[in-house]
């Protein structure tokens, strides 16, 4: 078993990467590739699968290549993505869910917000599955997507066999297998792994009495960590792997990371610990031993992430994607790169060497792309308080450094939310790109008053995959043993207490923009 070998895969936003790991969790080859992005109107968002299934294997081969494995060697594969929908004919072929009708479009990016109004539809139902997510449901779920499909795209609808999340999509390409991932179905479809259903009344009442068995979709799903089955021969040829790595039930990539910082601390006092997955968006994530409902936070999930435990998750629908846009916005910015954001970044710690005050007369509410909780306000938009004529470099800085106090702010406010309604945390694991943000990694614990602990790994979320991966190859058990036998070396950041003054009464003037925000949106 020693020379044993699993690889992870994780598809985001803009890229699929792959990664080859020992036994002990770490990681020994790691190699990325980029996935094109269609965007043909306003929340509008649009993938290929068969550009991503390309991706996946292309970086597979490559991080197999740097890690100097045999492929033989490597006895499991986990696949996570994000929540995107994936829509397949009867024979497997990609069908549009573009308004353009090119047949290659034929994923929804999880990002993707068309299907606001129908999202608002299912809200008013008030049906009890929402009370499973929240009691809001998001334009970035399933139902509210394949609800515009059929009243957008009839003729799509018509000929749809599978709608797959992306990460079933994937387990489904590598394996044949039509199973679906308790993970996927429970956080984004509506289905209750509680009790092991679907409430098949509230597609009828949000007229789609017909997406179960239009889209495939199964009466059972595969617990987190079970095997699916093995890699078929074309997509063993095709990864570089061979047909005796075994394949697991699927993860979203926010769960994997979920996993990956967490996982090991189940049977401690797991209601403490918050993870924090954080790039292009954000999600926070708890686990509890019962049922806890929180207003206005997708859960609570059963054994969405770890069999045995429920799961509330909240999120910020843009962080690094705010970033981003703040530079390309600014007269001073231009291609928000890494080398644009470690200038700025650089710059903002000069600036606050000299001055601590630095910019705590600009105040930004950082909810661009709507507010996915603790309000589960999708119509939500951004706000800046105390702009300026000034267009100077530093200008944009302060604006930047602003823009990450906001979006630690949000975290806070998700964190005091859940709070109120049963939970005790204050350790905040972090990963994902912000890690490599000093500015973000220091506010996390300054702003929320968080022990903000960083796992070694270069990538948590592969980490993920990398135990669901060992677990469907019979290394262990369980997932738990997994995640026990490959946790990596934390290290924790202790909040500054000098800082606590500052950002409280930054705290009270971002709660004060939402007030005044509610106001204008119902006046």
């Not at 020992?22 to 190699?31: F, I, N, Q, S, W």
């Not at 917000?113 to 809001?136: F, K, M, P, Q, S």
């Not at 308790?182 to 259903?197: D, I, M, N, P, V």
């Not at 390309?328 to 650089?346: F, L, S, V, Y």
């Amino acid at each position: 078993m020693s020379d044993k070998f699993v690889c992870a895969v994780d598809v985001g936003t803009g890229s699929a990467r792959a990664g080859i790991f020992d036994r002990g969790g770490t990681l020994l080859g790691r190699a990325e590739h980029p996935i094109r992005l269609n965007q043909p109107l306003p929340d509008h968002a649009e993938h290929s699968s068969d550009d991503i299934w390309s991706a996946v294997c292309n970086s597979v081969r490559a991080a197999l290549s740097k890690a100097g494995v045999a492929a033989a060697a490597v006895s499991g594969i986990g696949f996570d993505a994000t929540c995107s929908l994936v829509v397949r004919d009867e024979g497997g072929a990609p069908l549009s869910i573009s308004t353009a009708g090119d047949e290659q479009w034929d994923t929804m990016s999880w990002f993707d917000h068309r299907a606001l109004a129908e999202a608002d539809e299912c809200t008013a139902t008030r049906h009890e599955v929402l009370n499973y997510i929240g009691g809001v449901m998001s334009p970035e779920m399933e139902t509210p997507k394949l609800m515009w499909l059929k009243r957008n795209l009839p003729q799509t609808w018509q000929r749809a066999r599978h709608f797959f999340d992306l990460a079933d999509f994937l387990t489904w390409r590598a394996s044949g297998s039509n199973q679906r991932s308790q993970c996927t179905l429970t956080a984004k479809w509506t289905y209750l792994a509680h009790e092991h259903s679907w409430r098949r009344d509230f597609f009828e009442q949000v007229g789609a009495p017909d997406l179960l068995s239009q889209g495939g979709l199964p009466d059972d799903v595969a617990p987190i960590g079970a095997g699916v089955g093995f890699l078929t021969a074309a997509a063993a040829e095709e990864l570089g792997l061979t047909t005796g790595c075994a394949v697991s039930s699927g993860l979203i990539d926010a769960y994997a990371g979920m996993i990956g910082v967490v996982g090991a601390h189940a049977g401690e006092e797991v209601d403490r610990h918050l993870a924090l997955i954080a790039g292009t968006s954000s999600c926070v994530m708890a686990f509890s031993n019962e049922a806890r409902f929180v207003p206005s936070v997708w859960g609570p999930y059963f054994g969405a992430a770890l069999p045995g435990y429920w799961l509330s998750e909240g999120g910020q629908s843009a962080t690094g994607a705010l970033l981003d846009h703040i530079i390309r916005w600014h007269a001073k910015g231009g291609e928000p790169n890494a080398e644009r954001h470690g200038a700025i970044t650089r710059r903002v710690l000069e600036l606050r060497a000299e001055d601590p005050a630095f910019g705590s007369d600009l105040h930004v509410l950082p909810d661009f792309h709507g507010n996915r909780s603790p309000l589960a306000e999708p119509h939500a938009r951004g706000v800046i308080s105390g702009l300026t004529l000034d267009s100077s470099f530093d200008s944009l800085c302060k604006l930047y450094w602003r823009s990450c106090v906001g979006i630690a702010l949000g975290v806070r406010h998700i964190l005091d939310h859940m709070n109120e309604n049963g939970y005790r945390i204050d350790k905040l694991h972090v990963t994902g790109g912000h890690t490599k943000n000093p500015l973000l990694m220091e506010l996390y614990a300054d702003a929320t008053g968080a022990t903000v602990i960083e796992s070694e790994t270069e990538d948590a979320v592969l980490l993920g995959s990398a135990m669901i991966a060992a677990a469907a190859a019979g290394w262990h058990p369980d997932l738990a043993t997994a995640c026990r036998q490959m946790r990596r070396p934390e290290r924790s950041r202790i909040p500054n207490p000098a800082m606590q003054h500052a950002y409280d009464q930054d705290y009270r003037i971002f709660l004060a923009m939402h007030r005044h925000q509610q106001e204008i949106l119902g006046a």
